[in-house]
């Protein structure tokens, strides 16, 4: 079986300060990871995605992920918000041959 | 200028009425899917489907129907069996199903609600 639990609902950060969105995973096989962002009312857009390659993902407008099998995680950080990434975030896990399992998600809220 | 496509943006329905909500891909993806999502909550599949005249039930398929026709197209309808339809509905395509490194891309999605 496969879930995600993503350990905040919501997050709060002040703009140019850095972003951490955490990530743990469940999956009884090598899983892809990814992340996904939603901005009101608009579909999701692709962020980064693991996909047993490097543990260290880039993705766009400045984010990244560390895969960490030990800890079964998947945090997702940028360095200093911007007021545009103010969204809902989704930690999306998928293991060989099974359907994609989403995370409830993360509201980020990013103050001027 | 490829990508998944989601009519109609805002959807008004009846009680009692069936509506269907429109995707089509031109991304040549065999695997299409149907989400539904719930304020403050995440995304629930509702059918999915591997390849053309083939489809599966997601974890939230009662009162929905799907059809697959073609490739592109996987239209979803909501009936009237379906008691709470009131939510945000998001197709999204991937390569395929059997894979674990394929990537879902989303449409912009279609907003129902029941008056």
């Known amino acids: 079986a496969q879930s995600v639990t993503q350990l905040d609902s919501h997050v709060s950060v002040s703009e140019g300060t850095p972003v951490l969105l955490r990530c743990n995973y469940s999956?009884?096989?090598?899983?892809?990871l990814f992340w996904y962002v939603q901005h009101p009312n608009k579909g999701l857009q692709l962020l980064l995605k693991?996909?047993?390659?490097?543990?260290l993902v880039k993705g766009i407008n400045g984010f990244e992920a560390e895969f960490k099998k030990s800890e079964t995680s998947f945090h997702l950080t940028k360095p200093s918000a911007h007021m545009s990434d103010a969204a809902e975030y989704f930690c999306v896990v998928r293991g060989y041959g099974q359907n994609f399992v989403f995370g409830p998600g993360t509201r980020l809220s990013v103050l001027p | 200028d490829g990508g998944i496509t989601q009519s109609p943006k805002y959807l008004f329905r009846k009680e009692g009425q069936n509506v269907t909500l429109s995707c089509e891909q031109n991304?040549?993806?065999?695997?299409m899917y149907w989400y539904r999502q719930d304020p403050g909550q995440g995304l629930r599949l509702i059918y999915y489907s591997q390849i053309v005249n083939d489809f599966q039930k997601g974890d939230i398929a009662e009162g929905y129907s799907v059809s697959r026709e073609k490739k592109e197209s996987f239209p979803l309808t909501v009936t009237s069996a379906q008691k709470n339809p009131t939510a945000f509905y998001l197709c999204?395509?991937?390569?395929?199903?059997?894979?674990?490194?394929?990537?879902?891309?989303f449409g912009p999605g279609t907003r129902l609600t029941v008056l």
């Open positions: 999956s009884s096989y090598s899983p892809s």
């Open positions: 693991y996909t047993s390659a490097a543990t």
């Open positions: 999204a395509s991937s390569e395929r199903t059997s894979g674990s490194t394929d990537t879902q891309y």
């Open positions: 991304l040549n993806h065999d695997a």
